[in-house]
């Protein structure tokens, strides 16, 4: 087995068809089919199955595809740091943020990151399940992961970048926006607006719910934060989200709530990263990360539901 031929499989997987992938990797639609089935019959399996849609892995293709992602990323990774000495670091650097954190960070620090390292590839996308996320590290796909929480074994260090405070997004007429903060008690008859079943956002709001003694009613479950906000905005309830999360333009709808809710923004990093990985960490460090400054008794942000870890615990992603 080669590189190259599990770089045709990732690309056929993702493409559907062997034409659709000889495009994506700028070859002859022949070599790549070449290269298949010299795999298949060195394997003496099937990886794709023909179907009215085009290919799709068979079962022991979609295992062989997602430890072929894993060689792939990994030879990437190596190709850049053995390049990074002469300044010409390439490559592609994957970025998993949970959903709602880094929302107003993560782009200037990753257009820092892309100034220092032009020939950089970088790929981020954002996640609402926290599983989800620790599959994806487990699987070594992930570079950086910008979670919520302390992390907990050791796949990857823990850096703690801030904390991020939670406010409550309400409508225009609502009567709570007179006030510089919402008790939660307050909104005990107000229909909620919340995120996906075991989603990271929808367990934070949860636990407040639980924590105040408060059952209110969902009206709506969403996907993306911002969808929540605008939701929240047209009054079809309230929603809880991180104070980076609320979209240019709605800010004057938001509030910090009583008790204070916020949580700890860790940046996850590889043991042994490489200059990108580190250079991202420390452009992140610059960042603000948002709070209002109220806690409970006035002194200060409080954290009701988790404490921040130390500056650099050893840990996975999540």
Known sequence: MTLRQFEYVLAVAEAGSVTAAAELLHVAQPSVSQQIRSLERELGVTLFARTPTGLVPTAVGRAFVRDAEVAVRAARRAKATARAGAEELEGELVVAAQMGLGTRQLPGALSALRRRF??????????????????????GVVDVGLVGGPCKEELYEGHHLGDEEFVVVLSPEHAQLAADRVELRDLAREPWIRFDHGSALDGVLRDVLRDNELAPTTVARVSQ????????????????????????????????????????????????AGPAEMALLEFLRQQTWYSTGFSDDGSGPAHNWVMPPSTTSSAPVV
Request: glycine content about 6%; proline content about 13%; aromatic content about 6%.
């Open 225 to 272: 934060t911002a969808t929540a906000v605008r939701w929240a905005a047209h009054g079809l309830g309230v929603t809880l989200v991180p104070t980076s999360a609320v979209p240019p333009g709605f800010e004057h709808l938001t509030r910090p709530v009583f008790p204070a809710v916020s949580m700890p923004t860790v940046a996850a990093i590889r043991p042994g």
């Open 118 to 139: 032009p020939r950089l590839e970088i790929t981020v996308f954002e996640e609402a399940d926290p599983a989800e996320l620790e599959r994806l590290a487990r699987r």
